[in-house]
């Protein structure tokens, strides 16, 4: 079997009496997609924080490329190539599309306080190439055209992509996506749908995400972990996670309804 990416080995967080995640242990294997599902409350967005170094495993450790990612802080998760974006927006509502990318660049093209300050030749030189770069990921998410309206005025499936072209600005190896599709219309969906499979069948980029919009997790995952009440009850493909008897009773039952729609 292939070597992982990302190792989640058996990993308990305990919040005060509160177990919000139980000897979870999950695989990522490098270039895939790999959806993490369960009803509210399950444990996982505390996963992708313990992951990403926004909280500590009470037990159990999380390696990324073989290295232990636990006890080191999130911005040296971030470079070692974990990058993330999170369940609300955190864009800078007032800069534009092009800025918000370029903070994400910063570590790249960094050049010192005193080059910004006097914009220095190679200040200039470096500024150039951020935008450059920041274009490209921007026409990567389909924002080519939005470079210079300001994110808060962008349409909400807009900005759920420009806080995916900022994740992206870090270079990651890994993206960690939390509810990217919550609040996005059918349209939209399909327009996440797309830019997913791009990054993942043309960058190479491997995708850990978090979501409850069933269209897109059976569209894209590859492999698909269960959490109910902070377990994990499954693990497997999506045609065995749709046909598992334990999993539509604790969460796809209730999805039926909607049969994995929006
Ligand atoms: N910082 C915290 N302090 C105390 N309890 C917490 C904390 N973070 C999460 N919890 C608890 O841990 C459990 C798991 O929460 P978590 O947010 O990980 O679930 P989730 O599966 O992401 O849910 P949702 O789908 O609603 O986002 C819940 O009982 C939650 O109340």
Known sequence: MEANILGVNNVTVQFGGIIALSDVSLEVTPGTIHAVIGPNGAGKSTLLNVISGIYSATKGDVSFEGERLSGLA??????????????NTEL???????????????RFHACGVINSALHTKQWKK????????????LKLVGLGDD??????????????????????????????????????RAAEVEDLIAILRELKTNQGLTILIIDHV?????????????????????????????????????????????????
């Not at 590859?222 to 377990?231: A, K, Y």
């Open 74 to 87: 999130g911005h040296e998760i971030n470079a070692k190539g974990v990058a993330r974006t999170f369940q």
């Open 92 to 106: 800078f509502k007032e800069m534009t599309a092009l800025e918000n990318v370029k903070v994400g660049l910063d």
């Open 126 to 137: 470096s500024d150039a190439e951020a935008d450059e770069a920041a274009r490209e990921l």
């Open 147 to 184: 470079e210079t309206s300001s994110a808060g005025i962008l349409p909400f499936g807009k900005q759920r992509r420009l806080e995916i072209a900022r994740a992206l600005a870090t270079r990651p190896k890994l993206l960690l996506l939390d509810e990217p599709a919550a609040g996005l």
């Open 214 to 262: 069933m269209a897109l997790v059976m569209a894209i995952s590859d492999r698909i972990s269960v959490l109910n009440f902070g377990h994990k009850i499954a693990d497997g493909a999506p045609k065995e996670i749709r046909e598992s008897a334990e999993v539509i009773k604790a969460y796809l039952g209730e999805k039926a309804a909607d049969a994995y729609s929006t």
